[in-house]
């Protein structure tokens, strides 16, 4: 499987982040063609970043096509215009060993 990870520094409102995040942009993003499964992971303690999405997709080519159409586009802009400089994004694939 191919993932692309988003990991977000955490907010001044988190409360306010939160609503937008599971209640606007969430919504958005799984309608992107291709996308399998989101899995989010809010961190605990002392962490340096707030919270990771990981976006899975069947192989990377399976994400290429996926980034080309509308659905990833308002996802890309909506996550930007959300959280801007405080977003870092990784891309790679799983492993068993």
Known sequence: MFKMIAMFKKPEDTEKF???????????TEKIPGLQRVEVTKFA???????????????????????????????????MKLAGDSVTFMFGETTNG
């Open 18 to 28: 939160d609503e937008y995040y599971f209640g606007t942009h969430i919504p958005l």
């Open 45 to 79: 303690g002392d962490a340096p970043y707030y919270m990771m999405c990981e976006m899975y997709y069947e192989n990377k080519a399976a994400f290429k096509e996926a980034s080309k159409t509308e659905e990833s586009k308002a996802s890309g802009k909506d996550v």
